[in-house]
């Protein structure tokens, strides 16, 4: 019985260290979210990104117009860089095309948690969020918390102070 025991033990350690471990998908009409994530943060972050892919399988446009979650402040941000400064500024809508995925990714566009205020994201952690499409309507989704570095993500530090209007940062 404790080799059972132990054998299953190890087999749920191997999986947990999988790189299929994180992986995980939410669906609501023709649209897909797959692998919703945060970087863990720094004590002192007072801001967090969430990165996942939207597949838009349906035979319509649509996009994605909001996400809630329990923060004082959540928007869709994409990065621009000017003169070797990239910014990240609010964008009001993300576009879907029909028979397309688009990527919401460190030095892309990204969900952006203000407010954390002493409350970093902490590997495993889960945040519940809802995505607010413009035609499929609203779809519960959870960002796991991973670990930077993690397989399949770039490493892009978003523990820096975000203002309302947009930041800066120097590369």
């Known amino acids: 019985m ?27 009409g023709g649209i897909t979210v797959d692998h919703p994530m945060a970087f863990e943060t720094a004590p002192s972050a007072r801001a ?17 117009i909001a996400v809630r979650a329990e923060f004082p402040k959540v928007e869709i941000h994409t990065t621009l860089e000017e003169n070797g ?23 892309g566009y990204h969900v952006m948690f203000m407010g ?7 590997v495993g952690e889960e945040i519940e969020a809802t995505l607010v499409f413009e035609k499929a309507g609203e779809l519960d989704i959870t960002f796991n918390v991973e670990a ?17 209007d947009g930041h800066e940062m120097n590369h």
Not at 20 to 27: I, K, L, N, V, Y
């Open 48 to 64: 967090g990104g969430g990165f996942m892919t939207i597949a838009n399988d349906g035979d319509e446009d649509d996009r994605l």
């Open 85 to 107: 400064v990239s910014k990240m500024v609010h964008v009001a809508a993300i576009d879907l095309p029909a028979g397309e995925t688009v990527a919401l990714e460190p030095g």
């Open 148 to 164: 930077r570095g993690a397989v399949g993500h770039s490493d892009h530090d978003h523990d820096h102070d975000h203002g309302h």
């Open 2 to 28: 404790k080799t059972h025991i132990l054998a299953a033990a190890g087999a749920v350690a191997l999986f947990a260290l999988s790189p299929m471990a994180g992986a995980h998908e939410f669906t609501q």
């Open 116 to 122: 954390l205020d002493g409350d970093p994201f902490e």
